[in-house]
């Protein structure tokens, strides 16, 4: 874990060296100064030498600037690389995300992952920049340190020793306990972020529901929990921070009156006094350093362990080693003795033999959960199959790299995301480097410019969190222009008009057909009326296909679809 904490300093090596070794050259002026004050207080003073007096203050004061100087860079290029280190962490974190496959994203709460990109990496930039220098700037001041007062002074350096075991003890017993605090908070501040996300993105469910207090109250239970999580922390933090308080405090009174007895007896002179007092102000600085290192390391750590769970997530859905560019994909589609399941349970598919021929537009219909969308979700390989296969052009999909298949698949749900931004950005997804000339004509053919040119921003237009400033229809037909833009050979329509009013959906048929013309096409429909011509019909039941063919020949079988069909031709 440390060596792979290391590996990201390695870009900043120089930013590193700079502030590590201006750090060490402040640590080791600073442990001179108490032998400059005894050789004023023992030779100079007493022999009246001013002049050596004034040059040897006008050298201090030179080390004093180049000191001021080296503390700039600890502290600005020491924090620069802190952040460095923190903005490569986020940006690898970020990158694992995007690979996760969905199967991740069913069993991840948002919040979880957004809490693991903010608050768990906060924490690790500033242990970054203090943890490896301050400890080693403490050790080298604190051996320093010993040993020169160990030189001038066995006995009073032994002395102020005997404090250090029972420090090291304390340090090693809080360590473990604040690692375990620090694990739970940020445990803690996912669930919050989680519940923020869920009640956020919710909120016309939860306004509509008029279910505000349980938001609160389910909120402050998160938010109670946290705040228990983190109190626990800096209760160990408080006596950590006390303990070590009165450990130094006694170890100043202990050298105070040893050191009195010493100078009494004349085994220490005045001068040695007085340095051995300065050296246990110096040991503080490590001793201080050590703790804010006890109270940052549990802390990244913590952050740092949660971040490296992120990146050693298996992503279930990979390319092969020996994965092939995938050729134009405008061949049939087959599924061979596919099944599958999402969890280890019932499977959803069992053994399904399916054949939707190139070019051609196949509906799939049948009761909810059925599996029709799951159907859809394996042809872009989102999840893979347990057992069987299946194939474009002859070519198993897990044999091709997932860019070349799926950049060959364009989906139109009835859910539609769209991203905070523009109508245009928004369209432009769909083909990144498209021109605008590209993006004006996939709006036409999807039946957009009529509404776009009402629009006083048009095709600039903010659209809101998610879309939220624009209709059902509008946004179906912005899915539309996006897959248009994508051009791909394969398409999925997955109840793309279903939540549209006839008029507006009459309106998208048409789009869509447009769309689908010369594309092997899978239509998921549950009105009837809307899949009449495709060129065939699958229908989907719990315990696979139940039958198939043309709307005709169904409904002429008088099986299952009849069924539906008479139910829905009732009904209008
Ligand atoms: N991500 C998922 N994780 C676990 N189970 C899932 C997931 N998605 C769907 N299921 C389950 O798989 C089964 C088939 O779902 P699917 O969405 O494919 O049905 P469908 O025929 O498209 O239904 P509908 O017509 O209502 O959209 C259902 O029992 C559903 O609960």
């Known amino acids: 874990m440390i060596k792979r904490f290391f590996s990201y300093y390695v870009p900043h090596k120089k930013l590193f060296f700079i502030d590590f070794f201006s750090a060490i050259v402040v640590a080791v002026l600073d442990l001179f100064f108490p032998i400059v004050v005894q050789w004023f207080i023992n030779t100079l003073l007493p022999q009246q030498e001013w002049d050596k007096v004034v040059w040897v203050s006008g050298g201090l004061l030179l080390t004093y600037l180049i000191s001021a100087y080296l503390q700039y860079n600890v502290n600005f290029l020491g924090h620069k690389l802190g952040i460095h280190i923190e903005t490569d962490m986020r940006q690898d974190l970020f990158e694992s995300i995007q690979r996760q496959s969905f199967r991740y994203f069913d069993n991840t709460k948002t919040g979880h992952i957004i809490s693991r990109i903010t608050n768990d990496l906060f924490d690790i930039g500033e242990l970054a920049h203090h943890g490896p220098e301050d400890l080693f700037i403490a050790l080298m001041t604190f051996v320093g340190a010993f040993g020169i007062m160990f030189y001038v002074n066995p006995t009073l350096a032994i002395v ?179 099944t599958f399941s999402y969890e280890n349970n019932r499977p959803v598919l069992n053994d399904l033999n399916l054949f939707i021929p190139a070019g051609k537009t196949v509906a799939f219909v049948g009761p909810s959960g059925a599996g029709k969308t799951t159907i859809s979700s394996l042809i872009p390989r989102f999840y893979d199959v ?33 991203f905070s931004g523009t109508l245009k950005e928004n369209i432009r997804y769909g083909k990144l480097d498209a021109s605008d000339e590209d993006i004006y004509r996939a709006a036409k053919l999807a039946n957009l410019d009529g509404l776009i040119e009402s629009l006083p921003e048009g095709y600039e237009t903010q659209i809101g969190q998610r879309g939220l400033k624009l209709s059902g229809g509008q946004k179906q037909r912005i899915a539309i222009a996006r897959t248009f833009l994508k051009n791909p050979p394969i398409l999925i329509l997955d109840e793309a008009t279903s939540a549209l009013d006839t008029e507006t959906e009459a309106l998208i048929q048409e789009s869509l057909q447009e769309l689908a013309a010369d594309r092997t096409t899978l239509v998921i429909a549950h009105r009837l009326a809307t899949i009449r011509h495709a060129d065939h019909i699958v229908v989907v039941t719990k315990d696979g296909i139940a039958e198939q063919g043309t709307y005709e020949e169904l409904v002429a079988k008088n099986g299952v679809f009849a069924t539906l069909n008479n139910i829905q031709l009732t009904h209008v």
């Open 160 to 338: 102020a020793l005997v404090f250090v075991p029972f420090l090291i003890a304390l340090i090693t017993y809080t360590n473990i306990k604040m690692n375990q605090a620090w694990s739970k908070m940020y445990a803690e501040i996912g669930d919050v972020n989680a519940r923020v996300e869920d009640s956020v993105s919710g909120m016309r469910v939860v306004q509509s529901f008029t279910n505000e207090a349980h938001e609160v109250e389910e909120f402050r239970k998160n938010n109670r929990r946290y705040q228990k999580a983190k109190v626990g922390g800096y209760k160990v933090m408080g006596y950590t921070s006390s303990g070590i308080f009165l450990a130094t405090r006694l170890m100043i009174l202990s050298v105070l009156l040893v050191g009195a007895w010493l100078l009494y007896t004349n085994s220490l002179d005045v001068g040695e006094f007085v340095l051995f007092i300065l050296y246990i102000n110096i040991l503080f600085k490590p001793i201080e350093k050590i703790s804010a290192i006890l109270e940052l390391y549990p802390k990244g750590m913590a952050g740092f362990k949660r971040f490296t769970e992120v990146l050693d997530t298996e992503v279930d859905i990979e390319d092969k080693p020996d994965a092939k560019v995938a050729p134009v994909l405008n061949g049939d589609i087959e599924f061979h003795n596919v």
């Open 386 to 418: 347990d057992s069987g296969a299946i194939t474009i052009n002859g070519i198993n999909i897990c044999d091709m790299t997932k860019k070349s298949l799926r950049s060959q698949i364009g989906i139109v749900q009835q859910d539609v995301f769209l």
